[in-house]
C-alpha cells in the first residue's frame, strides 16, 4: 500500500512511532518500521522529554548544562537505542527529539503522519498503568489512526474491522480494506449484536419477541455480505469474511484481538456514548487487547 504524492506532501512523518527505549516500545518499533515499508513511506521515531521544575537558591547554583539542554540529551540518547534497532531498516527514517509531555507531542505530530504507533506501556514520559496512559491519549486524539502493539503479534491472522451493523463508517472500513490488501490478509468484517434486553436501538420494531433477535441478525449478516461483496469487487484477490455475534461487543471483540493479526475499531459509535472522544468499546478493547489494535478516527475528529 504505498502513500499517493498528495498524502506524502499533507503526511510527510508517514508512520510516526512513539519510542521511549521500553521493551514495549521496541515491539512498536519494529512493528511501524514494517509498516512504514509496506506503505513505502518514511519512517518518524519521535521521543520526548520533560524539563524537571528545578528551584535554584541562587544564580551560582544553576545547572551547567540548562535543563533543556539535559533534557534533550537525554532523549537523543534514547533515539540512538532506536537507530541501532534500525540498522536493516530500508527506507528513510526521521528521528525527533522533542521537549515536553510525551502524549501531547505525539498527538501534535500526528497532524502531520498517515498513522501513528505505540506500545501499550512504557517508561518515563511513556509510563501508564494496565494501559499506558500515552496509549490512551494517543489513541483518543490523534489526527490520523493509531495502532497500539503489545508483545503478541498473530501474523496469520486476519485483519478483523468491527462496524456497527449495516451502518458502515467508511473510514474505519477503508482503513481496514487497505492493510488487509497489503499484507495479503482476509479481511474480517464483524458486528457484534447486543442481546435484546440490553439495548433496544438495534431493534427498530422494538416488538417484545426473543425471534426478533434472530430476525435482525439475518438482516445484519445480509447486509454485511453485500458490502463484503462490493469490497471484493473493488479488490481483486482480496478475501473477505463477514458475520453478526450475538452478545456484548467489548468482550467479542477483544476475544477477537487473540486470533486477528489487527483489529480495527473507530473512536466513537453510536447510541449514547457517542459525544465520547474515545468511545466506551474502543476503550474497552484496547485496555484487553490479547494483539495490535488500531483505532481511527471518527466523526469531527476526523475532519
Known amino acids: 500500500m504505498n502513500a499517493t504524492a498528495s498524502d506524502t506532501h499533507d503526511r510527510p512523518l508517514g508512520v510516526l512511532v512513539g519510542f ?15 509498516e512504514a515499508e509496506r506503505r513505502g513511506v518514511t519512517l518518524t521515531v519521535a ?5 524537571p521544575t528545578m528551584f535554584y537558591a541562587t544564580m551560582g547554583s544553576l545547572a551547567i548544562p540548562a535543563d533543556t539542554e539535559i533534557a534533550k540529551n537525554a532523549a537523543e540518547g534514547i533515539l540512538d537505542e532506536a537507530r541501532a534497532k534500525l540498522t536493516e531498516h530500508r527506507g528513510d527514517v526521521k528521528y525527533l527529539a522533542e521537549i515536553g509531555d510525551a502524549a501531547g507531542v505525539l498527538v501534535e505530530l500526528s497532524h502531520q503522519a498517515e498513522l501513528a504507533v505505540v506500545g501499550t506501556r512504557g517508561r518515563g514520559g511513556f509510563t501508564g498503568r494496565v494501559l499506558g496512559s500515552v496509549s490512551v491519549a494517543l489513541a483518543s486524539h490523534a ?15 486476519p485483519v478483523t474491522v468491527a462496524v456497527e451493523g449495516s451502518h ?14 497489503s499484507r495479503g490478509a482476509t479481511l474480517d468484517i464483524v458486528t457484534a449484536l447486543p442481546p435484546f434486553e440490553e439495548v433496544t436501538f438495534w431493534y427498530p420494531d422494538a416488538a417484545l419477541d426473543v425471534d426478533l433477535v434472530g ?15 462490493a469490497i471484493r469487487a473493488k479488490n481483486p484477490g482480496l478475501e473477505v469474511a463477514s458475520g453478526v455475534e450475538v452478545g456484548s461487543a467489548q468482550s467479542l471483540l477483544a476475544a477477537r484481538t487473540r486470533s486477528s493479526q489487527l483489529t480495527v475499531l473507530g473512536t466513537r ?10 468511545g466506551s468499546v474502543s476503550r474497552s478493547v484496547l485496555f484487553h487487547a490479547e494483539g495490535p489494535v488500531m483505532i481511527v478516527p471518527t466523526g469531527e475528529q476526523a475532519a
Do not use: F, K
Open 20 to 34: 521511549d527505549g521500553s521493551e514495549h516500545a521496541q515491539h512498536a518499533l519494529a512493528y511501524a518500521a514494517a
Open 47 to 51: 521521543t520526548a522529554s520533560i524539563v
Open 143 to 157: 489526527h490520523c489512526p493509531t495502532i497500539v502493539v503489545n508483545e503478541r503479534l498473530n501474523a496469520d491472522g
Open 168 to 181: 458502515l463508517n467508511e473510514d474505519v472500513l477503508a482503513q481496514a480494506t487497505a492493510i488487509a490488501a
Open 215 to 229: 430476525v435482525r441478525q439475518g438482516q445484519i449478516e445480509e447486509d454485511l455480505a453485500a458490502h463484503a461483496e
Open 269 to 278: 459509535g453510536r447510541g449514547a456514548v457517542a459525544s465520547v472522544l474515545l
